[in-house]
């Protein structure tokens, strides 16, 4: 194979296609870039993704989580359980509203929050959980929602790796108070930085609407204290015209994915719970802790990039690190787990590479 032919595959590969640029340009000669009747818009679209009555776009992923927690009033002395294998936006965002972040530990298989775990952490403090459908595949809302009911406890979904993910055929972000999304560019649709809040409650969604630009619904008319979070409207026709690819882009990634599932062997490959739609945010898979630098080396030299997410569970990250709880169950999978490219725009060649690649590891 010539150079040119064995490109490097890269673990992911944000789309900026002539559509994106073109909506662009237009919101841009139209002069009205602030949120205006593309955010409008991209929120009454997207609802059909998360299966809500109502959806709050905002300038990213991070921001809707907190923008959640604050219309939630969620603050100082609660306690909010997060699972601790994540990206540290699922603990900050508690932590910026000054509430606490209590880490469970997460599921060996799903690495999703583990409900047991959730369980044994709930205390006279603790006001919420947040699940995180990490790389796409949704956590056991059935337990959760349950023990949530039990004891009186809101849900808010951290769906922002798992746009379109469902349990028996209900989306992610439709089962608890409120669920968000995030559009990082590399995500699986992007608005360049962009995010956006799921609820079903209509008073719950004007909150929002309140909280993210300034306490304002009619200009100068404050009412509540409201921080600045609001989606532009070059970003909301960005998200749009992704948004029309998100179901065959989804169809994609889950193909490649039932290859993988049915060609690897010398890895452990991601299981799926019945009733569960995974969306492949990432194909996550696990070797031996002692051979994972090996691996991702070998993959390397191969051409084909990997990745770990994440290599360092958030309670073991400096500004939680005083914390000093234990995890055994998270602390093994952040030194087995490592992602192979399943993106929407690999190649049949490409994942005859990848599937190569891995099957010809020497562990
Ligand atoms: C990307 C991500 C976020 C934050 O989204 P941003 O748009 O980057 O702020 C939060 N939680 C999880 C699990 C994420 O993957």
Same mark, same amino acid.
């Given at each position: 194979m010539s150079d040119e032919q064995r490109e490097f595959i890269p673990p992911a590969r944000p789309h900026i296609g002539e559509a994106e640029i073109e909506a662009a340009v237009r919101?841009?000669?139209?002069? !009205?870039?602030?949120?205006?009747? *593309?955010?409008a818009a991209f929120e009454e679209e997207f609802t059909k993704v998360s299966g809500t009555a109502h959806c709050v776009a905002v300038n990213s992923g991070t921001s809707a989580l907190q923008l959640a927690l604050?219309?939630?009033? @969620?603050?100082? &002395?609660? *306690?909010v359980i997060v699972p601790s294998f994540s990206f540290a936006a699922s603990a900050n965002a508690v932590r910026l509203v000054g509430a606490d972040p209590v880490f469970a530990d997460i599921e060996a298989d799903s690495f999703n929050i583990d409900p047991d775990s959730v369980a044994s952490l709930i205390g006279p403090?603790?006001?919420a959980i947040m699940p995180v459908h990490l790389y796409g595949n949704p /956590?056991? !809302?059935?337990? #959760?929602? %349950? #023990?949530?009911?039990r004891h009186g406890l809101a849900i808010l979904e951290d769906a922002c790796q798992a746009h &379109? /993910?469902?349990v028996d055929g209900k989306p992610v972000g439709s089962f608890g108070k409120a669920g968000t999304f995030s559009f990082y560019p590399t995500k699986n649709m992007h608005s360049l930085e962009g995010g956006m809040v799921s609820t079903d409650d209509a008073q719950f969604a004007r909150t929002l609407r309140l909280l993210r630009n300034q306490g304002m619904e009619q200009r100068y008319a404050n009412e509540i204290v409201g921080a600045n979070m609001r989606m532009t409207d070059v970003s909301a026709a960005i998200g749009r015209v992704q948004l029309g690819q998100l179901d065959a882009w989804t169809e994609q990634r889950r193909a490649n994915a039932a290859r993988f599932d049915a060609e690897l062997k010398t890895v452990v490959t991601p299981p799926v719970a019945a009733g569960a739609r995974h969306i492949y945010h990432q194909y996550t898979v696990r070797v031996d802790a002692a051979e994972r630098d090996s691996a991702l080396a070998q993959?390397?030299? %191969?051409?084909?990039?990997? %990745? @770990?997410?994440y290599p360092t569970p958030i309670h073991k990250l400096i500004p939680y690190a005083h914390m000093d709880v234990d995890l055994p169950v998270t602390d093994r999978a952040a030194a087995e787990v490592l992602s192979i490219p399943v993106h929407p725009s690999l190649t049949e060649g490409d994942l005859d590479r990848v599937i190569a690649a891995v099957n010809a590891l020497e562990l």
């Open positions: 919101v841009l000669r139209s002069g !009205m870039v602030v949120q205006g009747p *593309e955010v604050l219309a939630m009033g @969620v603050g100082p &002395g609660d *306690e403090k603790t006001v /956590a056991d !809302m059935t337990r #959760l929602t %349950a #023990l949530a009911d &379109g /993910a469902q993959l390397k030299d %191969a051409g084909v990039g990997s %990745a @770990v997410y």
